[in-house]
């Protein structure tokens, strides 16, 4: 565990019901329409979820920054639930940087902001340290909290570059998801998440993480035992586990998020409910502008 966090009581468990990879010809249960986010979204809150990571797709079910699309997106979801509203910045690989900005005018609690470019799969997700900077700005200026997203060891001396030059951000909470076994980024392995804790910079006040397909499970046991929050979610893991006959699909977001409350909760750590972990990002005394 890190020197200066302590093992928290309680889990904050974050679901990622899309992302902007999986295509729906291939995954038909993954949900895409305002309306399959937001009741998915519901029933994940009900199962031990406390933020919620859009990623939002049109009408065709393709990735879209189409800012309509986002603020109706935004508003299904905060009619179907309660859960913290978090808006990717990252969007898909192919997004420019200027409507990935944009999205804040959709007015989330909590934005992504990852702190530096990574190859992804055969892509680049291109995050130059001056889109960095002026990611961060924007939602201090809009009050939004981010979520510093890192995909890299080297990347958390960039949040640490970052926190000392900028200050601290939008709720004066500091909050990373360490997002593991992307194709081109660090191993979804404990002994790289253990590295990682270790050098998370002193500013910061909570952390989770992410496995990424085959690592989902390592990830989230060493997350666990580590002391970190837990994100989960058809963005990251399409694949529930070995079956007699070969992978099983995953069903639904609600069926990771109730394995991983399981968990967490025979390991003393149950889930955090949301009012809690608006306290932890900060979001409690946030004044919105
Ligand atoms: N879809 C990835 C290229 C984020 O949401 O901020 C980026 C991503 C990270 O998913
Ligand atoms: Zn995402």
Same mark, same amino acid.
């Given at each position: ?34 309306? /399959? ?7 994940? /809150? ?56 944009? $999205? ?29 900077? /002026? ?11 981010? /979520? ?55 500013? $910061? ?51 990771? $998020? ?32």
């Amino acid at each position: 565990m890190s020197r200066f966090l302590a093992r928290p009581a309680t889990t904050m468990i974050t679901v990622a019901p899309t992302g902007a990879e999986n295509r729906r010809a291939d995954v038909p249960q993954l949900p895409t329409t305002p309306e /399959e986010i937001a009741a998915e979204a519901a029933v994940c /809150e009900a199962a031990g979820a406390a933020m919620v990571h859009i990623h939002v797709r049109d009408a065709d079910h393709a990735p879209t920054l189409d800012l309509p699309r986002v603020r109706e997106t935004v508003a299904a979801v905060r009619e179907a639930c309660s859960l913290v509203v978090q808006l990717s910045t990252g969007g898909s690989v192919h997004d420019p940087m200027d409507a990935r900005l944009a $999205v804040l005018d959709a007015e989330p609690d909590s934005c992504s902001l990852t702190l530096g470019t990574v190859n992804f799969g055969d892509d680049v997700f291109m995050n130059p340290w001056g889109f960095v900077v /002026e990611l961060f700005r924007a939602s201090r200026d809009r009050r939004i909290v981010p /979520e510093f997203e890192v995909f890299d060891l080297g990347q958390l001396s960039t949040l640490r570059r970052l926190l000392d030059r900028e200050g601290l951000p939008a709720g004066d909470q500091v909050h990373v998801d360490l997002v593991m076994g992307v194709p081109g980024g660090m191993p979804g392995t404990a002994d790289a998440l253990v590295a990682c804790v270790a050098a998370l910079p002193e500013q $910061v006040t909570s952390w989770s993480a992410t496995g990424i397909g085959r690592s989902h499970l390592p990830v989230l046991s060493a997350a666990l035992s580590a002391g970190g929050h837990l994100r989960v979610g058809m963005e990251d893991t399409v694949v529930w586990g070995r079956g007699p006959e070969g992978p099983v699909p995953v069903a639904s977001n609600a069926d990771l $998020v109730a394995r991983a409350a399981r968990v967490a909760t025979e390991l003393q750590r149950p889930p955090m409910a949301v009012a809690a972990a608006r306290d932890l990002l900060g979001l409690t005394s946030l004044q919105r502008a």
